[in-house]
């Protein structure tokens, strides 16, 4: 059996297609019936024009020397176009819809090893890959996690795989950890993270049988998909104030450790309770602060507030707003 090369198009190319076809003009002189342009070329393949350019087409016309008529799909993609000529426009997508390398250039279909190698961490031999989606538009968090999560559970999968072939062990483990993870992996069952929810969940079920493992930090775990929460072998809780957390929280946690959880609002900076096969018991204990400790990003309101009113330039601050 042979399989054929998969072709892949990017987004640009697909709605130069769509938009193409929305505006096709067929050419209806003797021996013509095919799309024609402005100039009377006769398009004799669409995927050999309409991929790589807009083109402009004869008007339609009922007269003998000039008889043309619109193509079965001409208007039929109005709203659609226009729809994707807004998202493309976009300034804030273009890091999904416009990727481009350190030297300005755009990724192609071959460089999905070097992608492959970034996320991963072999790019630049990291130990750590951040991927920041602090400025990620909401109406595409969720498919932003959707194909960060399935591109490194898909590597790992295949790399298990052939490791296995060769009856030997995955030695390459990675870990995904999810940061403020109630933003996209919510326990509410809402369309717009769906998505994400359940390939993370996928993770979290399936993920280990293949060296991916996940850690999930939020502020609020009563907010988290529960479904995540069970697939957990460890649990560290910091303070929490909120009754709806603790209790969350206590129902995570084995019965032999619901004593030592009553103490989860009581918590000094950097105290934690411990709880899953990292421990023999459940325990109490003080987490090492990094070196160097991160800047804080809180603002001190209350000093702020006596100081007199600061100059700035809010014309800097536009221009970024408008360049992100």
Known sequence: MTYETPVYFSIEEVYRYIANMNREVIGRLEGENKPKLSDGTLINDRKDHYFDISCTF?????????????????????????????????????????????????????????????????????????????????????????????????????????????????????????????????????????????????????????????????????????TIFAQCNNFLALRLTNDTDQNYVKRLFPDNSNGITNILPNLAPGECVVVGDAVLLPAVVQMSLPNPEPQPRSVCFHKEWQEPWRKFTFGDVIARWRRE
Do not use: W
Request: net charge positive.
């Open 58 to 226: 004869v008007p339609p016309s009922t007269a003998n020397a000039t008889k043309a008529t619109v193509g079965s799909f001409n208007g039929e993609f109005n709203r659609f176009v226009s729809r994707l000529e807004t998202k493309l426009s976009d300034k804030r997508l273009r890091f999904l819809l416009q990727t481009t390398k350190a030297d300005g250039s755009y990724f192609k279909t071959d460089d999905f090893e070097h992608i492959m190698k970034q996320f991963i961490g072999y790019l630049n031999q990291a130990n750590v890959t951040i991927v920041d989606l602090s400025g990620i538009p909401f109406e595409v968090l969720s498919i932003t996690v959707i194909l960060v999560s399935r591109l490194i559970f898909d590597f790992c999968f295949h790399y298990s795989k052939l490791r296995q072939g060769q009856e030997v062990l995955n030695d390459v483990p990675v870990m995904i950890v999810c940061e403020e993870a109630h933003n996209y992996i919510p326990q509410r069952d809402d369309a717009a993270y769906r998505s994400s929810r359940k390939s993370l969940e996928r993770i979290a079920k399936e993920g280990r049988k293949y060296g991916l493992s996940l850690m999930v930090v939020s502020q609020r775990p009563s907010e988290v998909s529960e």
